[in-house]
């Protein structure tokens, strides 16, 4: 199934239209589909970086993902990027909350880390992990 990523993280926000203008315009991510409901709440969205992808939606929309994660924690995203300072400098300008500024790793990658306005902290680097 080329093209179709085989790991999609999900994660519902309280306030998903935020979320997703803070993941394309301070990360970069595209958005390939968003499905509201007719409060305006987002039931269902994609969002596409490279050849991987997000799915996300608001939170207390009643469907048995939204139940499932009803309690749960932050979560922690990991994105593969080929310019952290350049990506980095992106976030910043666009005023993400930084955890961890560009930083080499003893493992040969170079991260840095973010926290969106819900708790979740996403990690942007140059590590590839190989399947």
Known sequence: MAGV???CP???YRDAKAAI???TEAFGFSQVAVYEGEDGSVMHAELAYGNGMV???SSGSG???DKAMQGAGPSGVYVVVEDVDAHH???VEHGAE???GPTDQDYGSRDYMARDAEGNVWSFGTYA???
């Open 129 to 131: 992990p190989q399947v």
């Open 55 to 57: 799915m996300l939606g």
């Open 63 to 65: 469907g048995a993902f």
């Open 89 to 91: 400098r992106r976030a």
């Open 5 to 7: 990523p085989s790991i």
């Open 98 to 100: 930084i955890l961890m």
């Open 21 to 23: 203008r803070l993941l």
């Open 10 to 12: 999900t994660l519902v």
